[in-house]
């Protein structure tokens, strides 16, 4: 593979987490921070007008945007979409500065400590596993192809999304900060002796979270909630839950199972912006690859 020429770094796609939005202003304030000798790095700031208004999003959601059809549809005047657009044009494989590998950095509301969310394109599970190895609690979270394929990083083939958490909306979190900071330099070391044919060695064995579906709350009729996550499964990311355990509890305080006929391994745990998408979890099995 040709060396990296030029890296994106991607905060504030979502206007109210503010931890990749305020790092984007830190690198653009201190640009020897990520600075490498071998590649351009450049900075990006998604949605100025959703952190401005402090919200997620202005008119829908700007990491379901970038499916190839939607950036090609000229009728899409939301918000979100017109600046889907935009950085299509500027960063995407066509654009005036294409990039080649996108890091995009998010948090969430639920437990998810250190996450890398990733594709399986070879390059891209050498980086997460070089992460995984300098700091062990950094968790691998793979994605398929048809759920990546409408987010930011998708108009590019490397790269990954840094998801870290928990972190309250529109709120700054000083340890996750620092945390995420430091996995960004990390991943540009790597970039960087990458593009001088001295990848470091690490141990080669990745462990990961392979996304297998995702289950929502109980419902009415009407699309109202009928339970919560079970206190029992609260914060609990990345922990295994067996059939028979219980995953809700209803304002009656009734206990509701998880129903699966194996071990599971649920992330996104109550995360606050999945209400609206119907998500009380997601479901990974784990895994273990030789690289």
């Known amino acids: 593979m040709p060396p990296i020429q030029r890296v994106l770094i991607v905060g504030g796609t979502h206007g109210n987490e503010f931890t990749g939005a305020y790092l984007i202003k830190k690198f653009e304030q201190h640009p020897n921070l990520v600075h490498r000798a071998n590649f351009e790095t450049l900075t990006l700031l998604a949605n100025p007008k959703a952190f401005a208004a402090v919200r997620r999003y202005i008119d829908k959601d700007q990491n379901r945007c970038f499916q190839k059809s939607d950036l090609q549809d000229l009728t899409r005047f939301s918000c979100e979409d017109i600046r889907a657009r935009e950085i299509n044009n500027l960063f995407g494989a066509n654009g005036k500065t294409p990039v080649n590998v996108i890091l995009d950095i998010h948090s969430t509301t639920a437990n998810m400590g250190l996450t890398v969310i990733s594709n399986e394109h070879p390059f891209n599970l050498q980086l997460v596993a070089y992460l995984q190895s300098v700091n062990p609690l950094v968790n691998v979270y793979i994605l398929p192809k048809s759920i990546e394929s409408s987010s930011l990083p998708s108009i590019c083939e490397l790269g990954c999304t840094i998801e870290v958490g928990a972190v309250a909306q529109g709120v700054l979190q000083a340890d996750r900060f620092v945390q995420t900071e430091a996995l960004i330099e990390t991943a540009l070391n790597y970039l960087e002796q990458y593009n001088q044919g001295k990848i470091p060695s690490f141990h080669n064995t990745l462990t990961f979270y392979r996304h297998c579906g995702t289950i929502d709350y109980p419902r009415n009729e009407s699309g109202e909630l009928q339970a919560m996550i079970h206190p029992q499964l609260q914060f609990q990311d990345y922990k295994p839950l067996a059939p028979g355990e219980p995953i809700f509890l209803t304002f009656t305080g009734e206990a509701i199972a998880y129903q699966g006929d194996s071990i ?19 479901i990974t099995q784990q895994e273990q690859v030789i690289l």
């Open 264 to 282: 599971v391994y649920p992330v996104f745990i109550n995360e606050a912006a999945y209400y609206e998408k119907g998500i009380a979890m997601c």
